[in-house]
């Protein structure tokens, strides 16, 4: 059964701090791979989307890159400010009928 | 954000009761997916749709049925709701750009009594 894994479940640091979440995956034939933010009570916003042909994809003060031959995915985060606290998740994505399969995620808080 | 609205955006309902959840998306992506997301179980997907009249089930599509006679809508029925339905509902679309990014409504929060 192909798995996608967060680790840490959560991580709390200091504001302004760089900082990297994990996602690694099983099976390299991996479609795609896409990073989304979920605030407490709201839905998911998508964040970064990088295909399997891609390395890595930048935005702003985030970028996320993909290594297919470790099935592993991580999310940078420059200069983390309090208002990026949320849970991330990473969600790889089948081509087979366009489905995703989750990542748990991992709740982050900046601390001010 | 991307032009998806759910109805309603909250519920309570008693056990027993049939409930219709509605995502309406106004991007004209061919794909739509409704999830629950739930403490512990993340998110999990119900069914999706490939297009008008086309869908599929997924993972946990027991006691859910749907349907989309339009592009725009993709409807979820709980025929008759039970207390382990209670749950946040998502749907998302994806498909126009070819890459399959999916985005998100902001969600129905159901709770069965």
């Known amino acids: 059964k192909q798995e996608v894994t967060q680790i840490p479940a959560a991580l709390s640091v200091p504001e302004g701090e760089n900082l990297v979440l994990n996602c690694s995956f099983t099976?390299?034939?991996?479609?795609?791979l896409q990073w989304f933010r979920q605030d407490p009570g709201k839905g998911l916003t998508s964040l970064l989307l990088?295909?399997?042909s891609q390395r890595e994809q930048t935005s702003g003060r985030l970028n996320a890159s993909l290594d297919k031959s470790s099935g592993r995915s991580t999310l940078y985060i420059a200069a983390s400010q309090p208002g990026d606290s949320a849970t991330y998740l990473c969600?790889?994505?089948?081509?087979?009928?366009?489905?995703?399969?989750w990542g748990a995620g991992t709740k982050l808080i900046i601390k001010p | 954000d991307a032009g998806i609205t759910q109805s309603p955006r909250h519920k309570v309902t008693e056990t027993g009761t049939p409930v219709t959840l509605r995502c309406h998306q106004t991007e004209n992506h061919r794909y739509m997916y409704w999830y629950r997301q739930d403490p512990g179980h993340g998110l999990r997907l119900i069914h999706y749709?490939?297009?008008?009249?086309?869908?599929d089930k997924g993972e946990v599509s027991d006691g859910y049925s749907v349907s989309r006679s339009k592009t725009e809508d993709f409807l979820l029925t709980l025929e008759s709701a039970t207390s382990s339905q209670t749950s946040v509902y998502f749907c998302?679309?994806?498909?126009?750009?070819?890459?399959?990014?999916?985005?998100f409504g902001p969600g129905t929060r159901l709770t069965v009594l």
């Open positions: 998302a679309i994806s498909g126009t750009t070819g890459d399959n990014e999916q985005f």
């Open positions: 749709s490939y297009g008008v009249k086309d869908t």
């Open positions: 099976d390299s034939a991996i479609y795609n």
């Open positions: 969600a790889r994505g089948e081509d087979s009928n366009y489905q995703l399969i």
């Open positions: 990088i295909q399997s």
